[in-house]
């Protein structure tokens, strides 16, 4: 059992199996080492969740533990690409977190946070990205926040 | 004939011929096999088209059509870019698609679906992509969408 | 002393030293060639600065100004990524600026050509790079404008 497999048990997450989506595009693409992900919300176990602006209908620690759980589908994704194995994970390269955030919100960075630290969490060190924590006009569903990422995996 | 250009001409596709930027910026830059182009948007030759507020000015079905548009014009740029020879493409890595949609709005992925089916209507399978859509704050001269790409490309 | 150390003095621009994160993340991720920055602010030696909603509290022109300002906290973040040794950088590949727009403003790119003129100023043609500019729903701590980049590096 891989490193990453251990890690997720400790933390008690189960990886949800998430639907394929039905437009012209994928969760993940890869090329090379580097592995795309699309945009990640915070379904839970594929039903909407977290949904609206933060600081106004949902408080900026409810948009926090929806980041976490766009990261956890966003693990499932990078996971299912993998044919299952997250130790082809080498490395977090990027993370962009887009929070649906009320006028005169500023703290973006502390709701991304979930989804940082939740990577890094369960990949150890190399779970580590460069970040860019900002405000949407508006997100897909009145979601709370959107996660998407560039990783580094194994060929 | 190329594939590409075969596909294109089947669609009845015109790629337009662009302007190149004025300032310190290309419309794509090369890295080994990876391509990234600029933010397109809903220009029709040369001139500006689609302005408004999605759900407010202009319609989700308007909207979709100006993602379209703006995929076009992305063709352009990455043909441009490779020497016009589209079939030295092989994938569509990520797409975003920003949408100026107004408080709200809520279906941003059936807008960028419009730039979505064109590129893999043009590219085929190769075209599927990481894909993230979502509700910017305010788009450059008004546009209702705008979209960037990294692809991958034949060195 | 490098070519990029050398248009440094002649601009006078002194890089500064910038805090680590202490998040989860990290100011760059180089996976072979590629570099990626986190999203960049315009704080002056440390202290924010250019705080407030472009077209309304701050100006076209001093937005332009937060985005120089932001680009040379880029570079010092890559900087230091490299050990000192800006020359190591054979391009900037693809660089995102978002502005805190009031809504109806339009010209965000004359604001990022800020941050593009900087850049190449400072590393030469090889600094163009794809560039998208939009607005983006909010900032955090209310910055004027944010931009991340992906740049190229020898290995």
Do not use: W
């Not at 890869?30 to 379904?43: D, E, F």
């Amino acid at each position: 059992m891989g490193t990453v497999t251990q890690r997720l048990e400790r933390l008690g997450i189960v990886l949800p199996k998430l639907a394929v989506p039905s437009g012209n595009y994928a969760p993940c693409r890869i090329s090379g080492t580097t592995l795309y992900v699309s945009g990640q919300v915070p379904r839970v176990d594929g039903v909407d969740a977290f949904q609206g602006i933060v600081g106004q209908d949902v408080s900026a620690k409810q948009a926090r533990e929806a980041a976490r759980v766009a990261a956890i589908n966003m693990l499932a994704q990078v996971s299912r690409a993998l044919g299952g194995d997250l130790d082809r994970v080498t490395g977090c390269l990027q993370l962009r977190g887009f929070v649906n955030a009320a006028p005169g919100f500023t703290d973006h960075p502390a709701v991304i946070d979930g989804a940082s630290d939740l990577i890094v969490e369960v990949l150890g060190d190399c779970g580590r990205h460069a970040r860019t924590a900002l405000g949407a006009g508006t997100l897909p569903r009145a979601f709370a926040v959107e996660i998407d990422a560039v990783f580094e995996v194994r060929a």
